[in-house]
């Protein structure tokens, strides 16, 4: 079976830094495009960060800069760098993976809660 599994979310200062980390298993992980998704209550969601097996990223731009994606394929692992966070960056956040050679191999993880707040 398939699993995503994210982890890292929590409770943050504006202005500091967390990282999530999405562990996946069932999948062949290296030739997936794999990201993070956000979602803000009474929002859509959106694409925060993806990277695709040839290592190309494409970032929101509102959080370009402050947020660095990574993947390695070894751990079969997915992680979102986010510094400089800000109270607009408050969302449950989702791991996904997406076969792009076959759309409808297409995985999400469970999600994990990130709030941003003093």
């Known amino acids: 079976q398939v699993q995503l599994v994210e982890s890292g979310g929590g409770l943050v200062q504006p202005g500091g830094s967390l990282r999530l980390s999405c562990a996946a298993s069932?999948?062949?992980?290296?030739?997936?495009?794999v990201g993070w998704y956000r979602q803000a209550p009474g929002m859509q969601r959106e694409l925060v960060a993806a990277i695709t097996r040839e290592l190309s990223t494409i970032y929101s731009n509102s959080v370009l800069g402050r947020f660095t994606i990574s993947r390695d394929n070894a751990k079969k692992q997915v992680t979102l760098q986010m510094n400089s966070l800000k109270p607009e960056d408050t969302a449950v956040y989702s791991c996904?993976?997406?076969?792009?050679?076959?759309?409808?191999?297409?995985?999400w993880g469970q999600g994990t809660q990130v709030t941003v707040s003093s």
């Open positions: 069932g999948i062949s992980f290296s030739i997936y495009r």
């Open positions: 996904n993976a997406l076969l792009l050679s076959d759309t409808r191999n297409n995985f």
